[in-house]
């Protein structure tokens, strides 16, 4: 259904708005970054944070 769809989008980007507070206010790893925001595997983290900001998470955290 479209609602379930919805709060599945509203979920990826809240876990993304974490991972960016997590980018820049730790010195966490990538990897755990992206377990604490739910993904297991770094790389499927760091495609969908790409799709997202057009960045991988380092260049963001680089840029900040």
Do not use: W
């Not at 990826?12 to 507070?21: C, E, S, T």
């Not at 010195?27 to 992206?34: D, P, Y």
Request: aromatic residues 10%; hydrophobic residues 35%; glycine residues 8%.
């Amino acid at each position: 259904s479209s609602t379930s769809r919805g709060l599945g989008d509203v979920y990826k980007r809240q876990r993304m708005n974490i991972a960016i507070l997590y980018l820049l206010d730790t010195n966490k790893s990538i990897g755990e970054v992206a377990g604490l925001v739910g993904y297991e595997h770094q790389a499927h983290f760091c495609t969908a944070f790409k799709r997202k900001f057009n960045v991988t998470p380092s260049e963001y955290r680089l840029k900040a």
